[in-house]
């Protein structure tokens, strides 16, 4: 079971030939709406990479029924409007468990708005957060994730990004604690972390961005390898190896197109290149892609008792991550399980 505790919106693309300058008014090439928010994303990639595509399972009914699904629980907040109603949907047509998805009266569901440049795939995305900011530490659905140790409710694994109030994160990463709960941090968007954040998390998934504001780097680009050079940055690694000192026992920051460095508390680390990809087509939801595959691999080790492999972790995801980067779309473009080969 993974609980995914964060944020839904509601995403407004316009697909453009290049990102508008100040004051210009552009003509979009194409304009799309689609489902997202990071915390929605997430639980949509846990559920469609543990599952085959809905087609292909019911020609081979059998099989397909008996391999093990992720019992995948969405926490959050939307307003009561169609919006909200079509996130709601759409998670559930997933296979995500929306019970704890409060769409509450007089709130407007979050949105992003999202400028694509086609040529390179970069995104630049602007969130109007509305409905995730009414997310709080004492609200009945975040409190029921930590019931007692009998309760179906209680996840294996705990997912949270920074689209809600920092509050409600930091007081489910305490209570994460206390329940013995395992937590995966994905800080995005970055913002500054009290030191007690990191004590006792399992998985801190960051990109150089993240990486930089929370490691006190002043330049990004400082921790990224450069191109030719198959050689972790001194910078990236002081980084993690701080991570590691704060209490987290698994460091992952994905460096887009130039790999992902881990570092462990028990020492294991390593940069696990990218998965070569034929177009970047848009890098929306590649993140939280990866973010899932990983976690997928984290409760599966956990279920069968094994010793967590990171780097098999990370291979497994930046392979589901490429599959994301070569379609258009935040949550559509995540792949079913089938679609990784
Ligand atoms: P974010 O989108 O959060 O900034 P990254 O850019 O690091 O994160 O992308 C997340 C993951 O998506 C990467 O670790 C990698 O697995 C995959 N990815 C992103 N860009 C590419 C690319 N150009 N080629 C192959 N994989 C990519």
């Known amino acids: 079971r993974i609980t995914v505790l964060g944020s839904l919106n509601m995403d407004l693309v316009a697909y453009v030939s290049h990102h508008p300058a100040p004051g210009e008014t552009m003509t979009a090439d194409k304009f799309a709406t689609s489902t997202g928010g990071k915390g929605a994303n997430q639980a949509v990639a846990c559920a469609k990479l543990s599952r085959p595509r809905p087609s292909s399972s019911s020609s081979s009914s059998g099989t397909a029924a008996t391999t093990t699904t992720a019992h995948v629980g969405m926490v959050g907040c939307v307003g009561d409007d169609s919006y909200g109603a079509l996130l709601r949907g759409n998670l559930a047509r997933h296979g995500v468990d929306v019970s704890g998805v409060d769409a509450r009266a007089g709130l407007k569901t979050g949105v992003a708005l999202i400028v694509v440049d086609a040529p390179s795939g970069e995104n630049r995305i602007i969130l109007s957060p509305e409905a995730n900011h009414a997310v709080l530490p004492d609200d009945a659905a975040v409190a029921g994730i930590f019931l007692e140790p009998e309760s179906t409710k209680k996840p294996d694994l705990l997912i949270m990004q920074l689209e809600i109030p920092l509050a409600t994160v930091l007081a489910a990463l305490a209570r994460a604690r206390e329940a013995g709960v395992a937590v995966l941090l994905n800080p995005a968007p970055a913002q500054p972390l009290p030191a007690a954040a990191y004590a006792g998390l399992a998985h801190l998934v960051v990109n150089e961005t993240e990486a930089a504001l929370l490691g006190g780097v002043a330049d990004s680009a400082s921790l990224v ?26 460091v992952v920051a994905t ?31 590649a993140g939280d892609t990866f973010v899932g595959a990983y976690a997928l691999e984290a409760v599966a080790a956990a279920a069968a008792g094994r010793e967590f492999d990171v780097e098999a972790a990370v291979r497994k995801a930046n392979r589901a991550a490429a599959r994301t980067v070569e379609r258009a779309g935040a949550q559509d473009s995540i792949p079913w399980r089938d679609e990784l080969v």
């Open 225 to 250: 390898p450069s191109v030719d050079a198959e050689k972790v940055p001194a910078a990236l690694r002081a980084v993690a190896r701080a991570f590691v000192a704060k209490g987290v026992r698994n």
């Open 255 to 285: 460096l887009g197109s130039h790999g992902v460095f881990f570092l462990t508390a028990d020492g294991r680390s390593g940069l696990v290149p990218a998965e070569k990809v034929a177009a970047v087509v848009d890098t929306t939801a």
